[in-house]
């Protein structure tokens, strides 16, 4: 079955960095889109990142110029690192694809 395993979060002060990692397997991950999610306390579960099978990139307008998604196929493997977090970027960091979800990864950003 389809498993995805999130890995990279933790505690990191405002204008830090982190570089979260989903490992994907079950799947023939090259032909699949996969993005990132986030949870904030109290709130919805948002799309964050998505990066398309060919490579393509979306990004919510929020993290824009400070967040990169990523994807090595050969590894299966999609990656968001994250610059200048704000504490506003805290929460669990999700990954999906295919309708299938990670068991997620926190973030905090403290001020």
């Known amino acids: 079955q389809v498993q995805l395993v999130e890995s990279g979060g933790g505690l990191v002060q405002t204008g830090g960095s982190l570089r979260l990692s989903c490992a994907v397997s079950g799947i023939i991950f090259s032909t699949k889109t996969v993005a990132w999610y986030r949870q904030a306390p109290g709130k919805e579960r948002d799309l964050v990142a998505s990066i398309s099978s060919g490579g393509s990139t979306d990004y919510v307008d929020s993290v824009k110029g400070r967040f990169t998604i990523s994807r090595d196929n050969a590894k299966s493997t999609v990656y968001l690192q994250m610059n200048s977090l704000k504490p506003e970027d805290t929460g669990v960091y999700y990954c999906?694809?295919?309708?299938?979800w990670g068991q997620g990864t926190q973030v905090t950003v403290s001020s």
């Open positions: 999906k694809t295919v309708r299938v």
